[in-house]
């Protein structure tokens, strides 16, 4: 009587792991240790997406706050300063926490913060959600890299290097809003009157990620390919033929979530259920703002409307108010 074959991870399963008795075909299966994992994300993988989400915190430290990830963050800041700062031919990541000059002082952490070759400083920042002074904190955050340069001593002429703040905004502040084209701004001090320049050393670069909408086939230059990426990567399922380039393809490689061992995906996957609640509860609130809004909004109108001496039954209709609130007005 001929048997089936079977197959167990491509290879023929021997007899010793087969027991045909009493008519009954069962099988011991051995699965190796390190393909476990392997078979454990098919079942208990709940991504849609096949890239990371460069917003979350893991995402975004994978992608450019690593040593193997490094050339991915030089490329970023190369393309950004390129006008002003040449070629940044080397960067070392730094402490991201830096401390004050006493235990009573406030400290501050960065999401990325290095150096290069000629001492200066760089600050990256990826804020997620809008904060009603973020522009302060930019600020406060420029301190500290200032701070650190100077010399103990006398003999201190207080030459300063370079510092700038690149800050990866996921919202748009509300006085930019009348600018839905601009999505770039780069800040340094000048002088009111004649708009030059005042002090080269201290830039802050703000990008307004939802003001970015230009399709793949609109993308003009390597900038706008790096703000589509940031943007868009959760939302591709493959590498589009306009960025296949060397940098750019190392980043996808370094996102795939199917290449992610046990460890980076469980951080993954918390990072991307902290960003998603957060998301969702700003959400909630913005709209509970709104109903909020258009309710004061009707209230208003209907005590001008109860003023005018119009009956409650004209005023429900007119503001939908419930009769019990036009009668307490």
């Given amino acids: 009587m001929n048997r089936p074959l079977l197959l167990l991870m491509g290879r023929p399963l021997t007899k010793n792991l087969i027991n045909t008795s009493h008519n009954f075909l069962s099988v011991q299966i051995v699965i190796p240790k390190t393909r476990i994992f392997a078979l454990n994300t098919m079942t208990m993988n709940e991504f849609a997406e096949k890239y990371i989400n460069p917003f979350t915190d893991y995402g975004f430290k994978r992608l450019f706050g690593e040593e193997p990830g490094k050339d991915l963050l030089l490329d970023f800041l190369n393309t950004l300063l ?126 307004e990620m939802p003001k970015f909408n230009k399709t793949l086939d609109e993308l003009e230059n390597r900038f706008e390919k790096w703000m589509y990426v940031l943007k868009n990567l959760p939302r591709l399922e493959r590498v589009p033929e306009k960025l296949k380039e060397k940098i750019f393809l190392k980043l996808f490689e370094k996102a795939e979530i199917a290449k992610f061992n046990k460890d980076e995906y469980m951080q993954y996957e918390e990072s991307l259920k902290y960003y998603r609640d957060l998301k969702n509860s700003l959400d909630t609130a913005r709209e509970e703002g709104m109903k909020e809004g258009e309710q004061r909004k009707q209230i208003e109108i209907a005590r001008k409307l109860k003023q005018m001496d119009m009956s409650p039954n004209e005023i429900q209709e007119i503001t939908g108010l419930s009769r019990e609130d036009i009668e307490r007005l």
């Fill in 82 to 207: 390129h006008e002003e700062q040449g070629e940044i031919v080397e960067l070392t990541y730094l402490k991201n926490e830096v401390l004050g000059h006493t235990g009573l002082d406030r400290k501050a952490v960065f999401d990325l913060y290095c150096t290069n070759d000629k001492g200066e400083k760089f600050i990256v920042e990826l804020q997620k959600t809008k904060q009603k002074f973020f522009k302060d904190r930019t600020l406060y955050y420029s301190t500290f890299p200032i701070r650190e340069q100077a010399v103990k001593g006398t003999e201190w002429n207080f030459e300063l290097k370079k510092v700038y703040l690149v800050a990866i905004l996921d919202f748009v502040f509300e006085e930019d809003e009348g600018e839905p084209e601009k999505y770039r701004y780069n800040v340094k001090l000048s002088d009111i009157e004649t708009h030059k320049v005042f002090y080269d050393k201290l830039t802050f670069i703000y990008l």
